[in-house]
C-alpha cells in the first residue's frame, strides 16, 4: 500500500490551504488516518488522526478549531482543511495510516504507512 499526498504550497498568513492522500495498491485495512508534520530539526508531531470509521476524531492543540480532517472511504482519502494558517504551521505534513489504540493516535510509531511529505509554507 502506498498513501501519496498532495495540495501544499504557499500561502500567505490567515490564508487555507488543502491536503489530500490517497492509498492504492493493495488491501487498504488500516482503520486510522492521520496527519503530522514536521520542520527541520525537530520530530515528527501529531497533527490530527480519524477513525475510517465511527466519529473519532482527535487534533492537536496548537490546529484545533483552525484545521478539519475528514475522510471519503469509497476513494480511500483523507483530506485535510487548513484555515487561518500561521507562519508557525509552515512544515513538511506527512499523512499516515495505520491500527493504533485511540490512546496511541499522537506516536508517529502507531502507523505502518506513510505519504511522501508535501511542504506547507505560510509567509507574506
Known amino acids: 500500500v502506498q498513501l501519496q499526498a498532495s495540495g501544499g504550497g504557499l500561502v500567505q498568513p490567515g490564508g487555507s490551504l488543502r491536503l489530500s492522500c490517497s492509498a492504492s495498491?493493495?488491501?487498504?485495512?488500516?482503520?486510522?488516518w492521520a496527519w503530522f508534520r514536521q520542520t527541520p530539526g525537530k520530530e515528527r508531531e501529531f497533527v490530527a488522526a480519524?477513525?475510517?470509521?465511527?466519529?473519532?476524531?482527535g487534533y492537536a492543540d496548537a490546529v484545533k478549531g483552525r484545521f478539519t480532517i475528514s475522510r471519503d472511504n469509497p476513494k480511500n482519502t483523507v483530506f485535510l482543511q487548513m484555515n487561518s494558517l500561521k507562519p508557525e504551521d509552515t512544515a513538511v505534513y506527512y499523512c499516515?495510516?495505520?491500527?493504533?489504540?485511540?490512546?496511541?493516535?499522537?506516536?508517529?510509531?502507531?502507523?505502518?504507512?506513510w505519504g511522501q511529505g508535501t511542504q506547507v509554507t505560510v509567509s507574506s
Open positions: 499516515a495510516a495505520g491500527s493504533p489504540p485511540w490512546g496511541s493516535i499522537r506516536y508517529t510509531s502507531s502507523y505502518y504507512y
Open positions: 495498491g493493495g488491501t487498504f485495512s488500516s482503520h486510522t
Open positions: 480519524m477513525r475510517r470509521i465511527g466519529g473519532n476524531i
